[in-house]
């Protein structure tokens, strides 16, 4: 369905590192600062926190506390205010909780929560974790506590629940995403075929799904425009 029980129109928006980025978060592929020396595969794979849990916790609990010291920006801002006349949904590839702050009621992460810890022998076992994650910190099976983060190799969350929604958008919005990162590239894909489709990001590595336009551009400056517009049209329809 395009439209919900209340009358609204829904827009998917698919986020990418782009727009935390906007924020001053360092996306995970940054070469520079105290991480430059160690290879992703050190720090976000299951095989890496057997070999090395103290430093993959670390990792991550400085991720946490960068997180939690950003702030929406005027992106996630307008995103969030698209609610007043649609359906929003916000499909995320991004583990911070930036959506969630500037008021998106409905949001799918891809790749985990920063904010939530797991445990480590059974993924479905998961706790709202705002504090530090620490070596003797265990789930309720006994095993010790883990990032709520999808790590290499292990399947992506949410999957089929972020297809249904793309499947049935009347608009699509991609923010951020260098299309780079599979399988959650890939649900652009899914977009109706009549659906109005729009990426805005910097650069685009994969490949420009069919009929997206494409907008090169910062999110901040760019989407607000976009939400206005979309805003706009939506509560004139309304009145003719």
């Known amino acids: ?4 029980n209340l009358g609204k129109r829904k827009i998917v928006v698919f986020t990418g590192a782009g727009i935390s980025a906007e924020s001053g978060l360092r996306t995970f ?3 520079d ?7 992703i595969h050190e720090l976000a794979t299951k095989d890496a926190f057997e070999r090395n849990p103290k430093l ?14 950003a702030q929406p920006n005027k992106a996630h801002i307008a995103l969030a205010e698209l609610e007043d006349v649609y359906d929003v949904v916000i499909i995320t590839q991004n583990v911070d909780d930036l959506h969630e702050r500037a008021g998106s009621s409905k949001v799918i992460h891809l790749h985990g929560q920063l904010n939530r810890a797991q445990s480590s022998i059974e993924p479905s076992i998961t706790y709202d974790w ?13 095993s010790q506590l883990r990032p709520n983060i999808v790590w290499f190799g292990e399947p992506v969350m949410h999957l089929e629940e972020a297809r249904e929604h ?8 991609g923010v951020g995403s260098s299309l780079s990162v599979q399988p959650a590239a890939s ?5 109706p075929f009549r659906a109005e489709k729009t990426l805005v990001s910097l650069e685009i590595k994969g490949k420009i799904p069919f009929s997206y336009k494409f907008m090169r551009g910062k999110a901040t400056n760019v989407v607000p425009v976009i ?8 509560v004139n329809s309304k009145c003719t």
């Open 1 to 4: 369905m395009m439209v919900n």
């Open 29 to 31: 592929r940054d070469g």
């Open 33 to 39: 600062g105290l991480w430059e020396s160690y290879s």
């Open 56 to 69: 993959v916790l670390s990792f991550y609990n400085q991720r946490k506390v960068a997180a939690k010291n």
């Open 130 to 142: 705002d504090k530090r994650i620490e070596i003797g910190q265990y789930c309720e099976l006994n």
């Open 166 to 173: 793309i499947k049935s958008a009347y608009k699509v919005l």
């Open 187 to 191: 649900l652009l894909n899914k977009a």
């Open 227 to 234: 939400c206005k517009n979309w805003r706009k049209l939506e």
